[in-house]
């Protein structure tokens, strides 16, 4: 039996074309036919003529042939005579009378020679509108309307997406004549065909028939596939040289013997190999056109595609070029790979994300060259080319907004990213709100000699006015830490610091701005983290653990040393493949002082949107009575005489249970929250306060953006009767 030697490519409409290779028998000679013989695609193939059977004896003997040929003339032979012989004298040539053109004018019509009538003579002016149309004008022309029919492509899935393609259906069976319907049923035809080969039926035929209704101007159209028998794949083949490790590229492609041959599962194979090569050593392949053998008989075709994986190749090092943000030392610092490793695109990939995020390019691109240098275990040594083009530095950004218990608040802040560089950045920021005024400067170095490894010293004054003290602070704080990014989600990390903070506080009224009333504080810190999640900032399975320690101690005598101890842990469970189960909980505590020791801003406490929703910011915990400085005994209905103030405390328990159902892009999250904060040193679990809600969600390419409204559960006087949160990124 011959097979086809056939090249697949591409079709308009997603279909796999063949072309016959050079001396095969193909059954086709161009896309997208692929039948056993060639035919119109609306017509069967005709029967093959019977021949005699073939004889290798020649019909008449040669020498019989040669005495039959005639002899030739000998003056055939002679030589030419000399150009010089000719006589190639001019003559006169005499033009040949012609006859008159019956009903032509004489020549000398004088008509010919009357001037054109002016153009300006002519009326063109433009009808008025309304005005009346004569009656022997011809009125407009009615459209000829249609109807579509499609038999043969519902029983094999493809009628949905033949009609979303069909230029019949496109035009809402409308159209100005017959002559354009059938042109639309011709594209149809072509497109069913195509259609059906694209998933493996390659002797399939259409026919579309028109067809005059009973009524005027109304038409039917049938349109009728006969997919026929489909074609699988018979044996698969990589050509060309083999990888390290054997197979690398026929792994790389998953098409199997005995599945159907669909042109979108080839595509999508021959792209995996260009994907996987590049991550597993070989950074410059060439994919070679695809060459299926089909058979007519077996339905079935041979697949060979030639692949030329290139040198196997380990990463050098790396040079940059263009408007230079940084050096390439600092690149180094970014990539995830040093000298001598086997190359992984994925890690090229990775490396131009970095410093993408980083803000100081406006393009940025990663690509590796061959430098023919051999390496120890003989692949081949590939740079790292960085080309830079760096963008505006200095930025000037601004934030505004409202959330329950805390008020207004707006944020504007200046930054210079590559101050000293590479990414030592300075910002000045402005805070002025309800609650909150205070100005800050900060000096920031990222990917601080590693990468996601940052430096923060940071000096900043103001006010507080919260529910549960007044106060004016200044700190000064400095912290190196280790960071999570949605690029680099990491699974443990760190971070360490020390702070000096001086504040001057009242629980009611304005605190005094005696240096000697302030408190003096110093302290470290330490945090440790593990993340064991699959998302950032949407993690639907997994879990989270964080654990912070803070000793402080007051400078002034008699000096009182205490450590802040808190503990978050949440996880989360994909309870179907649109609802996530989500639960955290968090305990703190404060060990070696007694509450009135600690200045209010010390103490801890709850309620809010990172704590206890249905609460506002502090609201949650045992409150004292106080007395209200803004109390006028002479207008009494202004202010009342006494006011709750949180007292804070030494410990606290918070409990939150989320159902996160997420459709398409949006999302609805009920939620109950839960928590108490404690005089004790440690959480008692006694008088838990409640809060219930339900939350949107609109879910972005850089994560949700989350609105929650939530209500305390037996609220009490002083407590909001209803909170919403704003922000991005899910509660926890």
């Known amino acids: 039996m011959k097979k086809a030697g056939l090249f697949l490519s591409t079709a308009a409409g997603g279909a796999i074309a063949f072309a016959s290779a050079a001396g095969a028998q193909s059954p086709t000679a161009q896309a997208p036919a692929v039948s056993a013989q060639s035919r119109p695609l609306s017509a069967p193939a005709a029967p093959a003529p019977v021949l005699p059977p073939a004889s290798s004896a020649p019909i008449v003997p040669d020498s019989q042939f040669q005495e039959a040929l005639p002899s030739l003339d000998p003056a055939l032979g002679a030589p030419l005579e000399p150009l010089e012989s000719f006589d190639v004298t001019d003559a006169p040539v005499t033009a040949a009378p012609t006859a008159p053109v019956p009903g032509a004018p004489p020549a000398n019509d004088p008509a010919l020679t009357e001037p054109l009538t ?111 028998q489909r074609y699988n794949f018979g044996a698969i083949r990589i050509d060309g040289p083999d990888t390290r490790p054997p197979g690398l590229a026929r792994e790389a492609l998953p098409l199997k013997s005995g599945a159907p041959i669909v042109a979108i599962d080839v595509e999508a194979a021959e792209a995996n190999v260009r994907l996987r090569l590049p991550q597993q050593g070989y950074p410059f392949p060439e994919i070679g056109l695809r060459d299926i053998l089909l058979d007519p008989d077996t339905r079935l075709g041979d697949y060979t595609l030639p692949v030329q994986p290139g040198p196997r190749s380990s990463f050098a090092g790396f040079t940059t070029e263009g408007d230079l943000a940084f050096d390439a030392d600092h690149v180094g610092v970014l990539a995830r790979f040093k000298r001598g490793e086997l190359y992984d695109q994925r890690k090229v990939d990775d490396l131009r994300e970095a410093m993408i995020a980083t803000g100081l390019f406006t393009t940025v691109s990663a690509e590796p060259v061959r430098t023919n240098e051999a390496a120890p275990d003989g692949n081949e040594y590939v740079n790292i080319l960085v080309r830079q083009d760096a963008g505006p530095a200095r930025s000037i950004s601004g934030s505004a907004g409202y959330a329950t218990g805390e008020g207004f608040r707006a944020e504007a ?10 990414e030592g950045a300075i910002r000045a920021s402005v805070i002025a709100g309800t609650q909150e005024q205070t100005v800050r400067f900060q000096f920031r170095r990222a990917n601080a000699g590693q990468r996601d490894r940052t430096v923060l010293l940071q000096a900043e004054a103001g006010r507080r006015d919260y529910a549960a003290f007044r106060g004016y602070t200044t700190r000064l704080s400095g912290l190196i830490s280790r960071e999570s990014t ?39 810190s330490g945090q440790l983290g593990y993340d064991a999640s699959n998302s950032l900032l949407d993690p639907t399975k997994g879990f989270r653990l964080l654990g912070r320690i803070n000793p402080e101690t007051s400078l002034r005598d008699p000096t009182q040393p205490y450590i802040r101890n808190f503990v978050d842990g949440s996880v989360y469970f994909p309870a179907s493949d649109n609802i996530t189960i989500a639960a955290r909980t968090r305990i703190g505590s404060i060990f070696g002082a007694d509450l009135d020791e600690l200045a209010p801003s010390r103490r801890i406490y709850a309620g809010g949107g990172g704590s206890v929703r249905g609460f506002g910011f502090q609201e949650l915990g045992p409150k004292d009575v106080l007395a209200n400085p803004d109390f006028d005994p002479e207008d009494p209905d202004k202010e009342p005489a006494t006011i709750l103030v949180p007292r804070g405390g030494r410990s606290v328990v918070e409990f939150a249970l989320e159902a996160r159902y997420r459709f398409g892009n949006f999302g609805i999250v009920p939620f109950i929250d839960a928590g108490q904060v404690y005089d004790s040193q440690f959480p008692t679990l006694s008088d838990l306060r409640f809060g219930v809600g339900i939350g949107g969600r609109f879910y972005t390419n850089f994560g949700p953006i989350r609105a929650d409204i939530a209500m305390p559960i037996g609220r009490r006087e002083g407590e909001s009767k209803l909170a919403v949160y704003v922000s991005i990124g899910q509660a926890f």
């Open 118 to 228: 002016p153009i300006g003579s002519f009326d063109v002016a433009t009808p008025a509108p309304g005005a009346e149309t004569p009656d022997d004008a011809p009125g407009p022309i009615e459209p000829v309307r249609y109807t579509l029919d499609v038999e043969g492509l519902d029983e094999i899935g493809l009628e949905d997406e033949f009609r979303d393609l069909s230029a019949l259906e496109d035009s809402d069976g409308e159209a100005t004549n017959g002559s354009q319907v059938q042109q639309r049923a011709d594209e149809d035809e072509l497109l069913a065909v195509r259609l059906l080969r694209s998933q493996g039926y390659y002797d399939a035929t259409a026919t579309a028939t028109v067809e005059q209704l009973v009524e005027p101007g109304r038409l039917r159209v049938v349109l009728t596939a006969v997919p026929g």
């Open 413 to 422: 802040t200046w930054e210079h990213r590559n101050f000293f560089r590479p």
């Open 486 to 524: 949605p690029i680099w989600q990491k699974k443990w990390t760190w971070a360490y610091g020390a702070e000096i903070i001086a504040t001057n506080e009242s629980r009611i009224g304005e605190p005094d701005l005696s240096i000697g009333d302030a408190f003096l504080l110093a302290g470290v």
